[in-house]
């Protein structure tokens, strides 16, 4: 049996599109285009990419905390309403 985690898929999946140029001052810019602002710098592209994942994780967790709607990223959807199950099935 598969597990899966839906914000690791997520956050993966909208990594995976992410495009990344390098500066006149051979700093890294990086983007991730379908999530509007998700953007991040570093002296190396390995560190730009890692301060990538951490605005894209505070920019995820923000936007479900206001209730912004996120893009669908790969048929992956954060925006519907959670399924409870009922405490008495645990």
Not at 28 to 43: E, L
Not at 49 to 57: A, P
Not at 81 to 86: D, H
């Amino acid at each position: 049996m598969s597990v899966r985690f839906v914000l690791t898929d997520y956050v993966e999946q909208a990594l995976s599109s992410a495009t990344y140029d390098k500066l006149e001052d051979g700093a890294f810019a990086g983007r991730i285009p379908q999530c509007k602002g998700v953007i991040a710098f570093g002296a190396t592209l390995r560190e730009c990419q890692v301060e990538l994942r951490s605005v894209l994780e505070d920019w995820i967790l923000l936007g479900l905390k206001l209730g912004h709607p996120l893009p669908v990223i790969a048929g992956i959807d954060l925006n519907r309403e959670p399924q409870r199950e009922p405490v008495g099935t645990l």
